[in-house]
């Protein structure tokens, strides 16, 4: 407080606020150290370490430059001392693939942009597919184009929709949990331990954000945390030193457990003599060997080999609906014209869409190893 408001005389031009042209710019940053000030005056640097080479804005994905009397005037928030240089607590929010919605819809790319929309064609396939088949109900066919369309049907949403159950299944999602200290460094008392916090993965491998989606507080020998944007798989986590208090009240021995609703808890680790840096607000190794991933790995596994199954069952059917085409073509022309010919034009768009893709794929290959870089 003291270097702010030292730093706001020097930018005041008489009236009370900060001239328009010399408006120091507040810098949030990580690392150990006391709080410094630029030797111009002109901004103000909050965390120690080396002074970031980059603007906040770059570091905060697209957020604005704040000056030093949006702080006066209550518009910014200045949030706890980040954990370490890498920004640990900061994390990117796990992303939906299968979402529009991202950090910036306007810089959305590649197959978080594409899967999306290339679902919402196959959806309307199959309602026009549903729609096709209610139209020809009375009509008759000698080859089976009706089972074939009625299959295509329900090799796709509906089984997508098992597998994600299949992988679903055993995957426990839990909103509370919380770090039980067994022994401190120092061998003092559980509960005199003293850390920042912890850095909790979710199921995509990204640290939640521990600012906006996270509580967190001690209670005697535990550290509670509630996860506020709702249950998460947890792949891994970090615990994170005190950014001024002694190495001796960090803790080395501890019991992680999750919880559904808060009241029953389910062991998830249990550490013995953790190696935990004696630098200050640092974070530790990566704790990854969790109880609880043993049978969501399981599950995964079992569904990845039930969809390499069901595409291959899918390849398959393709293959047979084109052979039916083509033997209806001097049958099923004439008594269920309509049936034939959605599904002629069907399997031309499908092997073609599947050539162009193979196609795109193999040339993007050769571009990357021929050029030397991503096309």
Request: glycine share 10%; charged share 15%.
């Amino acid at each position: 407080p003291t270097a702010l408001q030292q730093l706001l005389s020097t930018a005041d031009d008489g009236d009370g606020e900060p001239a328009a042209g010399n408006r120091p710019l507040l810098l949030l940053g990580g690392g150990g150290g006391a709080t410094s000030s630029s030797s111009s005056g002109q901004g103000l640097f909050l965390g120690g370490g080396p002074r970031p080479q980059m603007p906040i804005r770059s570091l905060f994905f697209g957020a604005r430059k704040h000056s030093a009397d949006d702080v006066l005037h209550g518009q910014l928030a200045l949030p706890q001392r980040f954990a370490s240089p890498a920004l640990s607590m900061m994390g990117l929010a796990s992303l939906d693939p299968f979402s529009d919605d991202g950090p910036d819809d306007g810089q959305t790319t590649g197959w978080v942009k594409v899967v999306p929309k290339i679902l919402r064609v196959f959806a309307i396939v199959d309602v026009f597919s549903a729609l096709m088949l209610y139209h020809t109900r009375s009509m008759d066919c000698e080859v089976p184009l009706k089972a074939w369309l009625l299959g295509g049907i329900l090799l796709g949403f509906p089984v997508s929709h098992v597998v994600q159950g299949i992988a679903l299944s055993n995957r426990p999602l839990m909103q509370w949990y919380r770090l039980t200290v067994t022994r401190l460094r120092g061998g003092d008392e559980p509960q005199n331990f003293k850390i920042e916090g912890l850095t909790l993965y979710d199921q995509y491998h990204m640290p939640i954000d521990r600012l906006m989606s996270m509580r967190e507080h001690q209670d005697f020998q535990w550290w509670c945390i509630e996860v506020t944007e709702g249950p998460q798989l947890l792949t891994a986590y970090q615990v994170i030193t005190h950014p001024r208090e002694d190495p001796s009240k960090d803790p080395v021995c501890w019991t992680l457990e999750g919880s559904i609703d808060g009241v029953d808890w389910t062991v998830l680790d249990e550490v013995e003599g953790a190696e935990v840096p004696r630098s200050r607000g640092a974070a530790t190794a990566l704790f990854e060997d969790l109880f609880h991933l043993n049978d969501a790995t399981r599950s995964w596994h079992v569904a990845g080999l039930f969809e390499m199954i069901a595409n291959g069952a899918a390849f398959a059917w393709l293959v047979a609906g084109t052979a039916w085409v083509n033997a209806g073509s001097d049958m099923c022309v004439d008594s269920a014209p309509h049936l034939w010919y959605y599904c002629y034009v069907l399997v031309v768009v499908v092997w073609s869409f599947l050539g162009t893709v193979t196609t795109g794929l193999i040339l993007a290959a050769v571009w990357t190893v021929v050029f030397g870089m991503k096309s």
